[in-house]
C-alpha cells in the first residue's frame, strides 16, 4: 500500500502529527421513536439523478393475482363490475367466462375481452379495463430511508425511482445500496446467489447518483428488496507492517475482536514487521490518547493476553527499518484516520 510508503518519507509527518485523533462518529439504532433526519446532500444528488432516469408509464404495468381491475363494457351493464384477479390469474365474466388476465397490461386485457365479445355477444364491443388497485407487485425499501416499508409497482420502475418513493435518504445512510432481486423463472443469476431463489447486488451511491452510470440504475420487479445499509457503526484500523493495511468493520456474529484476530484479518504480519512492538493507540470519552505496545509473540505463545479491541482502535505494527520514527508515525496514521484517508475493506 502506497500510503505508508509516502508517510515514511517523512514530510507529511510534520502536518499530520499535530491533528487530533478526534472520535468517529459511531450510527446507532434508537431504542425509541426519533425524528428522522433527510440526509440533503444525497437527496439532492437523488433528484436530479430522477430527473434523467428512464420515463415510465402506466402502460406497461403487467396485471398479476390480487390486482383488481375496473371493466366496463358499453351499452352492458352486466358486464360493467369491479374484479378481483385469482390466485391463478384469471377473472370471470358472463358470456366469456374465464379469461387470463395476468402477465397483460390493461390495454390487452382490454382487446382480449373485446375479440370474446364480439365473437360470442355484440360486435364491436367498447370495453374498458381501468386499475383500481395494485396489490401483485410488491417491493421493499428498507434500512436508512425516511419512509421504510413495502410499496407497489404501478409503472416501470427503476432503483432511482423506488428510492425516491421512499422519500430519499436518511443522514444515518452509508455508502451503498443493496438489492436482493427475486429471480424470474428461466433467469440465471449473474451476481452472489443464494439459496432462496434472490440474487444480491451491491450498488455504490457514487457511482450511481454523482457519476451517474446508468447500468445501476437496475429495474425494479415485483419481489424486490432494496436495503440501505446505515453508515458503519464500529470499526478497527489496521496499519504498518500488514499484508493488507486499512480499517475493518466489526461483524455483529464477532463477541469481540482480539488483536491477534485484528492482525490475521489484515494478512498477518511482513517479514520486516517489529512484532514486539505493535501498537494500539486508544483515545476515551475526552479525547485522551493513551498508547499500548504488545509483543505479539508472546501472544502467540500464551505468556500475555490477547486484549480485545475497542471501536476506533488504531493498530500500528512498526517496520524494523524504521524503529525511530513510530512514534512519529502512530501520529500521523491517527490524523490520517480522522481525515478519512483510510477506507473500510
Known amino acids: 500500500m ?27 439504532s434508537p431504542s425509541m421513536p426519533t425524528r428522522i433526519v433527510p440526509n440533503d446532500d444525497l437527496n439532492k444528488k437523488l433528484l436530479t439523478a430522477q430527473n434523467s432516469s428512464p420515463g415510465q408509464s402506466r402502460e406497461d404495468y403487467r396485471l398479476g393475482p390480487g390486482d383488481v381491475v375496473d371493466i366496463a363494457v358499453f351499452d352492458i351493464k352486466e358486464l360493467t363490475r369491479t374484479l378481483e384477479i385469482s390466485a391463478g390469474g384469471k377473472i370471470t365474466l358472463p358470456f366469456v367466462n374465464e379469461i387470463t388476465a395476468e402477465g397483460l397490461t390493461a390495454q390487452e386485457l382490454e382487446r382480449a375481452l373485446a375479440v370474446l365479445l364480439e365473437a360470442k355477444v355484440m360486435k364491436n364491443p367498447q370495453v374498458t379495463v381501468n386499475i383500481k388497485e395494485h396489490r401483485s407487485q410488491p417491493v421493499s425499501v428498507l434500512g436508512a430511508v425516511q419512509r ?78 432494496i436495503s440501505v445499509p446505515l453508515k458503519v457503526e464500529k470499526v478497527y484500523y489496521v496499519l504498518g507492517d500488514v499484508g493488507k493495511p486499512g480499517a475493518y468493520e466489526f ?95
Request: net charge positive; glycine share 8%.
Open 148 to 225: 421504510p416499508g413495502t410499496y407497489q409497482i404501478t409503472r416501470r420502475l427503476h432503483l432511482i425511482d423506488a428510492l425516491s418513493l421512499a422519500g430519499g435518504f436518511t443522514d444515518k445512510a452509508g455508502s451503498r445500496i443493496v438489492l436482493r432481486k427475486a429471480l424470474r423463472p428461466g433467469a440465471s443469476p449473474n451476481t452472489t446467489a443464494t439459496s432462496d431463489a434472490s440474487q444480491i447486488i451491491e450498488v455504490d451511491l457514487q457511482e450511481l447518483l454523482i457519476t451517474g452510470n446508468s447500468r445501476l440504475n437496475y429495474t425494479i420487479e415485483a419481489g424486490d428488496v
Open 2 to 28: 502506497k500510503l505508508l510508503a509516502c508517510i515514511a518519507a517523512g514530510w507529511i509527518f510534520a502536518c499530520l502529527c499535530s491533528l487530533s485523533f478526534a472520535q468517529t462518529a459511531i450510527a446507532t
Open 251 to 345: 461483524k455483529e456474529s464477532d463477541a469481540e475482536v482480539r488483536l491477534s484476530q485484528a492482525l490475521a484479518t489484515a494478512g498477518g504480519l511482513l517479514r520486516t514487521a517489529v512484532a514486539k512492538g505493535v501498537t494500539i493507540v486508544r483515545q476515551d470519552g475526552n479525547g485522551k490518547k493513551s498508547y499500548l505496545t504488545f509483543n505479539v509473540p508472546h501472544i502467540l505463545q500464551g505468556k500475555h493476553d490477547d486484549v480485545p479491541l475497542k471501536p476506533n482502535d488504531l493498530i500500528f505494527v512498526p517496520n524494523s527499518a524504521a524503529k525511530n520514527a513510530a512514534q512519529s508515525l502512530i501520529n500521523g496514521l491517527s490524523s490520517i484516520v480522522t481525515a478519512g484517508i483510510i477506507y473500510v475493506r
